[in-house]
Protein backbone atom coordinates (compact mmCIF):
# COMPACT_ATOMS: atom_id res chain seq x y z
CA UNK A 1 0.00 0.00 0.00
CA UNK A 2 1.39 3.37 -1.56
CA UNK A 3 -0.83 5.10 0.48
CA UNK A 4 -1.44 8.96 -1.59
CA UNK A 5 1.27 9.92 -3.86
CA UNK A 6 2.12 13.26 -5.60
CA UNK A 7 4.01 14.13 -8.37
CA UNK A 8 6.06 15.86 -8.20
CA UNK A 9 7.74 16.37 -5.48
CA UNK A 10 9.21 19.91 -6.87
CA UNK A 11 8.76 22.15 -9.65
CA UNK A 12 9.60 25.89 -10.74
CA UNK A 13 7.72 27.72 -13.08
CA UNK A 14 7.92 31.23 -14.85
CA UNK A 15 4.92 33.24 -14.33
CA UNK A 16 2.44 32.13 -16.94
CA UNK A 17 3.07 28.60 -17.77
CA UNK A 18 1.06 26.44 -16.99
CA UNK A 19 1.40 22.81 -15.30
CA UNK A 20 -0.94 19.96 -13.78
CA UNK A 21 -0.14 18.18 -10.37
CA UNK A 22 -1.17 14.76 -9.58
CA UNK A 23 -2.85 12.72 -7.14
CA UNK A 24 -3.05 9.39 -6.48
CA UNK A 25 -4.64 6.95 -3.70
CA UNK A 26 -4.42 3.32 -3.44
CA UNK A 27 -6.98 2.96 -0.72
CA UNK A 28 -10.07 3.32 -2.50
CA UNK A 29 -11.26 6.19 -0.96
CA UNK A 30 -14.31 8.57 -1.97
CA UNK A 31 -13.08 11.53 -1.20
CA UNK A 32 -10.11 13.93 -2.31
CA UNK A 33 -8.87 17.03 -1.53
CA UNK A 34 -6.05 19.78 -2.62
CA UNK A 35 -4.65 21.80 0.21
CA UNK A 36 -1.82 24.47 -0.11
CA UNK A 37 0.00 25.84 2.51
CA UNK A 38 2.18 28.85 3.03
CA UNK A 39 5.16 29.69 5.51
CA UNK A 40 3.76 30.00 9.26
CA UNK A 41 0.22 29.14 8.22
CA UNK A 42 -2.30 26.30 8.17
CA UNK A 43 -3.34 23.99 5.60
CA UNK A 44 -6.36 25.74 3.31
CA UNK A 45 -8.86 23.88 1.36
CA UNK A 46 -8.21 24.68 -2.52
CA UNK A 47 -10.77 22.02 -4.00
CA UNK A 48 -12.13 18.65 -3.23
CA UNK A 49 -13.99 15.80 -4.81
CA UNK A 50 -16.58 13.48 -3.23
CA UNK A 51 -16.08 11.21 -5.92
CA UNK A 52 -15.00 9.69 -9.66
CA UNK A 53 -16.33 12.99 -12.07
CA UNK A 54 -17.57 15.18 -9.41
CA UNK A 55 -15.34 18.29 -7.50
CA UNK A 56 -16.34 21.12 -5.72
CA UNK A 57 -14.51 24.94 -4.79
CA UNK A 58 -12.86 24.53 -1.13
CA UNK A 59 -11.19 27.74 0.54
CA UNK A 60 -9.25 29.40 -1.86
CA UNK A 61 -10.14 27.99 -5.33
CA UNK A 62 -9.04 30.92 -7.91
CA UNK A 63 -6.44 30.23 -10.78
CA UNK A 64 -7.03 26.23 -10.05
CA UNK A 65 -8.82 23.34 -11.62
CA UNK A 66 -9.58 20.28 -10.79
CA UNK A 67 -10.54 16.64 -12.13
CA UNK A 68 -11.17 13.77 -11.15
CA UNK A 69 -11.50 11.17 -13.87
CA UNK A 70 -10.82 8.03 -11.97
CA UNK A 71 -11.52 7.48 -8.64
CA UNK A 72 -7.98 6.89 -7.46
CA UNK A 73 -6.68 10.16 -8.99
CA UNK A 74 -7.48 13.41 -8.62
CA UNK A 75 -5.40 16.34 -10.61
CA UNK A 76 -4.65 19.77 -9.87
CA UNK A 77 -4.24 22.51 -12.32
CA UNK A 78 -2.71 26.12 -12.86
CA UNK A 79 -3.23 27.02 -16.36
CA UNK A 80 -1.48 30.47 -16.01
CA UNK A 81 1.31 30.26 -12.86
CA UNK A 82 1.50 33.46 -10.53
CA UNK A 83 4.37 34.10 -8.28
CA UNK A 84 1.50 34.03 -5.76
CA UNK A 85 0.95 30.22 -5.89
CA UNK A 86 4.23 29.59 -4.89
CA UNK A 87 3.32 27.20 -2.33
CA UNK A 88 3.72 23.57 -1.10
CA UNK A 89 0.48 22.05 -1.94
CA UNK A 90 -0.83 18.68 0.03
CA UNK A 91 -2.84 15.86 -1.41
CA UNK A 92 -5.45 13.83 0.53
CA UNK A 93 -7.74 11.42 0.35
CA UNK A 94 -10.84 9.54 2.88
CA UNK A 95 -12.84 7.34 2.58
CA UNK A 96 -16.07 8.90 3.42
CA UNK A 97 -16.70 13.03 4.57
CA UNK A 98 -18.81 12.49 7.37
CA UNK A 99 -17.24 12.29 11.05
CA UNK A 100 -18.23 9.19 13.59
CA UNK A 101 -16.48 7.05 15.64
CA UNK A 102 -15.11 5.14 13.32
CA UNK A 103 -13.05 7.72 11.64
CA UNK A 104 -13.93 6.89 8.29
CA UNK A 105 -13.52 10.74 7.56
CA UNK A 106 -10.19 10.48 8.44
CA UNK A 107 -8.01 12.23 5.86
CA UNK A 108 -4.25 10.66 4.99
CA UNK A 109 -2.04 13.12 3.19
CA UNK A 110 0.44 12.54 0.49
CA UNK A 111 4.18 14.03 0.99
CA UNK A 112 3.83 17.30 -0.77
CA UNK A 113 4.65 19.73 -3.97
CA UNK A 114 6.92 22.36 -3.56
CA UNK A 115 5.82 24.59 -6.36
CA UNK A 116 8.07 27.71 -7.09
CA UNK A 117 6.36 30.55 -9.46
CA UNK A 118 9.08 32.97 -9.98
CA UNK B 1 -18.51 26.76 11.87
CA UNK B 2 -16.44 26.04 15.52
CA UNK B 3 -12.52 27.24 15.97
CA UNK B 4 -10.16 26.37 18.42
CA UNK B 5 -7.39 28.05 20.21
CA UNK B 6 -3.69 26.50 20.82
CA UNK B 7 -0.91 27.81 22.55
CA UNK B 8 1.59 28.81 19.62
CA UNK B 9 4.32 26.83 21.40
CA UNK B 10 5.29 24.23 23.77
CA UNK B 11 8.54 22.50 25.51
CA UNK B 12 8.76 19.23 26.76
CA UNK B 13 11.40 16.91 28.23
CA UNK B 14 11.96 13.79 26.30
CA UNK B 15 10.43 10.94 27.96
CA UNK B 16 7.92 12.73 29.96
CA UNK B 17 4.35 13.43 28.69
CA UNK B 18 3.38 16.03 26.67
CA UNK B 19 -0.07 17.73 27.29
CA UNK B 20 -1.56 19.79 24.17
CA UNK B 21 -4.45 22.03 25.09
CA UNK B 22 -7.09 23.02 22.61
CA UNK B 23 -10.37 25.79 23.47
CA UNK B 24 -13.02 24.95 21.36
CA UNK B 25 -15.88 26.94 23.28
CA UNK B 26 -18.45 27.07 20.37
CA UNK B 27 -18.84 23.19 19.38
CA UNK B 28 -21.54 21.56 18.41
CA UNK B 29 -23.08 18.92 19.17
CA UNK B 30 -22.42 16.67 16.44
CA UNK B 31 -18.70 17.86 15.73
CA UNK B 32 -15.90 15.91 16.47
CA UNK B 33 -12.43 17.05 17.64
CA UNK B 34 -9.58 15.58 15.85
CA UNK B 35 -5.75 15.92 16.53
CA UNK B 36 -3.35 15.76 13.52
CA UNK B 37 0.57 16.75 13.55
CA UNK B 38 2.57 17.70 10.98
CA UNK B 39 6.42 16.76 11.33
CA UNK B 40 8.74 19.10 8.88
CA UNK B 41 8.36 19.61 5.65
CA UNK B 42 6.13 16.33 5.38
CA UNK B 43 1.72 15.89 4.92
CA UNK B 44 0.15 15.90 8.17
CA UNK B 45 -0.51 12.72 10.09
CA UNK B 46 -3.86 11.98 11.86
CA UNK B 47 -3.17 11.23 15.84
CA UNK B 48 -6.84 10.60 17.14
CA UNK B 49 -10.17 11.95 17.61
CA UNK B 50 -13.20 12.00 19.62
CA UNK B 51 -16.97 13.05 20.07
CA UNK B 52 -17.15 13.24 24.19
CA UNK B 53 -15.67 10.27 25.94
CA UNK B 54 -12.11 10.35 26.31
CA UNK B 55 -9.84 8.25 23.69
CA UNK B 56 -6.86 6.66 23.62
CA UNK B 57 -4.71 4.59 20.57
CA UNK B 58 -0.90 3.49 19.99
CA UNK B 59 -0.45 7.33 19.73
CA UNK B 60 -1.54 8.88 21.87
CA UNK B 61 -4.78 9.76 24.63
CA UNK B 62 -7.40 12.58 24.18
CA UNK B 63 -9.42 14.15 27.02
CA UNK B 64 -12.31 15.68 26.37
CA UNK B 65 -14.31 17.89 29.54
CA UNK B 66 -17.79 17.01 30.13
CA UNK B 67 -18.94 20.46 27.93
CA UNK B 68 -16.92 19.52 25.59
CA UNK B 69 -15.37 23.44 25.40
CA UNK B 70 -12.02 22.02 25.77
CA UNK B 71 -9.37 19.20 25.28
CA UNK B 72 -6.22 17.71 25.96
CA UNK B 73 -3.85 15.95 23.45
CA UNK B 74 -1.24 13.79 25.55
CA UNK B 75 1.79 12.04 24.22
CA UNK B 76 2.78 9.83 27.33
CA UNK B 77 5.89 9.64 26.51
CA UNK B 78 7.58 12.32 24.23
CA UNK B 79 10.72 11.23 22.17
CA UNK B 80 12.33 13.51 19.94
CA UNK B 81 10.21 12.66 17.12
CA UNK B 82 7.47 14.02 18.42
CA UNK B 83 8.48 17.22 17.65
CA UNK B 84 6.23 18.55 15.10
CA UNK B 85 2.95 21.04 14.39
CA UNK B 86 0.02 19.58 16.28
CA UNK B 87 -3.33 20.69 14.82
CA UNK B 88 -6.68 20.69 16.86
CA UNK B 89 -9.78 20.48 14.51
CA UNK B 90 -13.50 20.43 14.76
CA UNK B 91 -14.94 18.70 11.68
CA UNK B 92 -16.59 21.91 9.73
CA UNK B 93 -18.87 22.26 7.31
CA UNK B 94 -18.02 25.67 5.11
CA UNK B 95 -20.17 26.43 2.74
CA UNK B 96 -21.19 23.41 0.68
CA UNK B 97 -18.24 21.69 1.83
CA UNK B 98 -18.13 18.17 3.22
CA UNK B 99 -15.33 16.85 5.65
CA UNK B 100 -13.13 19.99 5.13
CA UNK B 101 -10.64 20.38 8.08
CA UNK B 102 -10.13 24.41 8.90
CA UNK B 103 -6.54 24.05 9.89
CA UNK B 104 -5.15 26.63 12.28
CA UNK B 105 -1.73 27.47 13.15
CA UNK B 106 -1.95 25.22 15.47
CA UNK B 107 1.10 24.14 18.57
CA UNK B 108 4.45 23.78 18.06
CA UNK B 109 5.55 21.35 20.50
CA UNK B 110 9.22 20.85 20.74
CA UNK B 111 11.00 17.68 22.37
CA UNK B 112 14.34 18.55 24.14
CA UNK B 113 16.49 16.33 25.03
Known amino acids: NAGVTQTPKFRVLKTGQSMTLLCAQD?????MYWYRQDPGMGLRLIHY???????AKGEVPDGYNVSRLKKQNFLLGLESAAPSQTSVYFC?????????????????FGPGTRLTVL | DAKTTQPTSMDCAEGRAANLPCNHS???????VYWYRQIHSQGPQYIIH???NNETNEMASLIITEDRKSSTLILPHATLRDTAVYYC??????????????FGKGTKLSVKP
Open chain 1, 92 to 108: ASSYSGTANTLGLDTQY
Open chain 1, 27 to 31: MNHEY
Open chain 1, 49 to 55: SVGEGTT
Open chain 2, 26 to 32: TISGNEY
Open chain 2, 50 to 52: GLK
Open chain 2, 89 to 102: IVNARMGGSQGNLI
